[in-house]
């Protein structure tokens, strides 16, 4: 079968630094996807990592170990406006995204 | 705005009927995808098209059909609805076929009573 496991809740604090680890079993791979997502709104691209390694893109890192089927989202500098939905996905067959059932990071003051 | 566009916004129809969703990717981009998100079932990939031709199938009922046409908007036909159909039908674009970086549309909300 394939799944994807992410934690269902992340609770931070504004300012400090969180992690949203995501472990993937799936037939093909090509790569592993970040998405956010606000209540009501769209999934909006955050990263793609096909390759093992820590790819950054401003406050948002995310990590790749394909030897261990593992990645993670790292979210520095927590604000307000990042409380949403995290959705780890992987690529297989083409174009195919595999989404796990997102963790919802709540950010206090 | 990611530029994917979709209509209508709502949809309120009963169940039997047939609606279609549209879709019109980004500028330049070959690859759309239709994805289902309902509470129980969270985000499921249903069909790809790269270019005009069916490249990615997923989990999509015999009841749901898509096409995507030479201007490459794509359509999402769903018949026969059931009340378990009711949910967010996002499309998504990419300019390539292997899309682990996709950009989605705000969605249609489909309601069926």
């Known amino acids: 079968g394939q799944s994807l496991e992410q934690p269902s809740e992340v609770t931070a604090v504004e300012g400090a630094i969180v992690q949203i680890n995501c472990t993937y079993q799936?037939?093909?791979?090509?790569?592993l996807s970040w998405y956010q997502q606000h209540d009501g709104g769209a999934p909006t691209f955050l990263s793609y990592?096909?390759?093992?390694g820590l790819e950054e893109t401003g406050r948002f890192s995310s990590f790749l170990s394909r030897s261990d089927s593992y990645g993670y989202l790292l979210l520095q500098e927590l604000q307000m406006k990042d409380s949403a939905s995290y959705f780890c996905?992987?690529?297989?067959?083409?174009?195919?995204?595999?989404f796990g059932q997102g963790t919802e990071l709540s950010v206090k003051p | 705005d990611s530029g994917v566009t979709q209509t209508p916004k709502h949809l309120i129809t009963a169940t039997g009927q047939r609606v279609t969703l549209r879709c019109s990717p980004r500028?330049?981009?070959?690859?759309v995808y239709w994805y289902q998100q309902s509470l129980d079932q969270g985000l499921q990939f249903l069909i790809q098209?790269?270019?005009?031709?069916?490249?990615a199938k997923g989990n999509i009922l015999e009841r749901f059909s898509a096409q995507q046409f030479p201007d490459l908007h794509s359509e999402l036909n769903l018949s026969s609805l059931e009340l378990g159909d009711s949910a967010l039908y996002f499309c998504?674009?990419?300019?390539?076929?292997?899309?682990?970086?996709?950009?989605f549309g705000p969605g249609t909300r489909l309601t069926v009573t």
């Open positions: 998504a674009s990419s300019h390539r076929d292997r899309g682990g970086e996709q950009y």
């Open positions: 799936t037939s093909g791979f090509y790569g």
């Open positions: 990592n096909a390759l093992d």
């Open positions: 996905a992987v690529n297989n067959q083409g174009g195919k995204l595999i």
């Open positions: 500028s330049g981009d070959l690859s």
């Open positions: 098209y790269y270019n005009g031709e069916e490249r």
